[in-house]
């Protein structure tokens, strides 16, 4: 299983940044940002895949987040700028071999989570 450990949460007001850091204990296919908000379902935020699939993020954080990958350091990035009291939650760090955005198969680890606050 892969081991993962998440960085870089707190709390902003909004209109402001955080950049959130996962480290891998073993490069995978993929990698990726989920994150629970309290009473609401998980969901993919964005990830990353090696070879030519790229990267993907949600709609409602396109132009505002941006996901980064350094494969050397086995470490996935999500930049957040412009940040909205909605995108308030647990941010959590997925890797494995299947899909990394939805989450729905072949996920072989999980961080503990990360908490982004945003305040109005």
């Known amino acids: 299983q892969v081991q993962l450990v998440e960085s870089g949460g707190g709390s902003v007001h909004a209109g402001g940044s955080l950049t959130l850091s996962c480290v891998a204990s073993?490069?995978?296919?993929?990698m990726g940002w989920f994150r629970q908000a309290p009473g609401k379902e998980r969901e993919g935020v964005a990830a990353?895949?090696?070879?030519?699939?790229?990267?993907y993020v949600h709609d409602s954080v396109k132009g505002r987040f941006t996901v980064s990958r350094d494969s050397a350091k086995k470490s996935l990035y999500l930049q957040m700028n412009s940040l909205e009291p909605e995108d308030s939650a647990m941010y959590y760090c997925?890797?494995?071999?299947?899909?990394?955005?939805?989450?729905?198969?072949?996920?072989?680890?999980w961080g503990q989570g990360t908490p982004v606050t945003v305040s109005s």
């Open positions: 990353h895949y090696t070879g030519d699939r790229g990267t």
């Open positions: 997925a890797a494995g071999w299947g899909d990394c955005y939805s989450g729905s198969y072949g996920l072989d680890g």
């Open positions: 073993e490069l995978t296919h993929c």
